[in-house]
């Protein structure tokens, strides 16, 4: 069974930074691909990036200020957020999926976790 928990979430102003964390359970952590979804209050869940063991791909909408990076060590995908908007604001998930990067429907991802709070104030 794979499990995914998120971490690292939190308040933080305009222009600040965070780093999101997602530890993976499992022993083919190498062979997904990983991804962070987010999800504002009343809007659908919307891709934000992901990476596979050689690609990356990232919405326009984050593209020079989040950056995706894995451990495959660590079994670990971060996320680390720069020059944060409050539009950034919502809970942002990690996904894992067999499919190849540049697959952006959330549907297509097959594990999910739980989702950390991020919030960033004006």
């Known amino acids: 069974q794979v499990q995914l928990t998120e971490s690292g979430g939190g308040l933080v102003q305009a222009g600040g930074s965070l780093r999101l964390s997602c530890l993976v359970s499992g022993r083919t952590f190498s062979s997904y691909t990983m991804a962070w979804f987010r999800q504002a209050p009343g809007k659908e869940r919307e891709f934000v990036a992901a990476?596979?063991?050689?690609?990356?791909d990232a919405a326009d909408s984050v593209k020079g200020r989040f950056t995706i990076s894995r451990d495959n060590a660590k079994n670990t995908v971060y996320l680390q957020m720069n020059s944060l908007k409050p539009e950034d604001t919502g809970v942002y998930y990690c996904?894992?999926?067999?499919?190849?990067?540049?697959?952006?429907?959330?549907?297509?991802?097959?594990?999910w976790g739980q989702g950390t709070q991020v919030t960033v104030s004006s």
């Open positions: 996904a894992a999926s067999f499919s190849p990067v540049g697959v952006r429907s959330p549907g297509l991802y097959t594990y």
């Open positions: 990476i596979s063991w050689t690609s990356t």
